[in-house]
């Protein structure tokens, strides 16, 4: 490191000053103290951010609806949320896995009505109905990648579906990617 210096410097005497205040300001009582102030900053940053990661990710999801739907659409919507979390499987059609028609069957089938198996059957069951008048209960159909997808909305912008990376889970259809995939919605009730 000398060496270094010495060349850098042009000579042994500025070499060893500039060497020597290194060594000062990093034996400084006040460089300690910043040095360790700026680390203990740190470690308080780190710790915030983990403890609010940590607190809002064990937070449980609040779904919100319009109006609190009545009759049979309210025993959809809440038969549907009795089921988040379970784990997808393709096929699945419940109780323990299901895939997304698997899903949309198991709950109106609790509620007393009898869906067709597949997502596109079900994506064409009922009457269609645009985005201002969809109600709680009824079906959001999308195309992903030529396949069909179904959900059951839980309110005017919220639905629950059976999605392939989390399980039975509650998304939002202003996100782009639902936007760009969403086909329509259907009403069976």
């Not at 006040?30 to 710790?47: A, C, P, S, Y």
């Not at 809002?56 to 089921?83: M, Q």
């Not at 209960?137 to 392939?164: P, T």
């Amino acid at each position: 490191l000398k060496i270094m210096f010495q060349a850098l410097f042009i000579g042994r005497y500025a070499a060893d000053r500039f060497l020597k205040w290194l060594r000062s300001l990093m034996n400084t009582k006040d460089t300690q103290t910043v040095l360790f102030e700026k680390q203990k900053r740190f470690r308080t940053v780190v710790f915030l951010l983990c403890f609010v990661f940590v607190v809002f990710s064990c937070v449980p999801i609040k779904v919100r609806t319009v109006a609190p739907p009545s009759g049979l659409r309210a025993h959809v919507v809440s038969a549907s949320i009795d089921l988040l979390g379970k784990t997808y499987r393709a096929g699945g059609r419940g109780p323990d896995y299901f895939d997304c028609s698997g899903l949309v069957s198991y709950v109106y089938k609790k509620v007393g009505l009898s869906l067709a198996p597949t997502a596109e059957e079900q994506g064409r069951s009922g009457i269609e109905v645009s985005l201002d008048s969809v109600l709680p209960g009824d079906l959001v159909v999308f195309r992903i990648k030529g396949d069909f997808h179904v959900g059951i909305m839980v309110n005017e912008r919220e639905f629950i579906h059976a999605s392939k990376s989390r399980g039975v889970a509650v998304d939002n259809l202003t996100l782009p990617y639902w936007m760009k995939n969403l086909l329509g919605f259907r009403s069976v009730l």
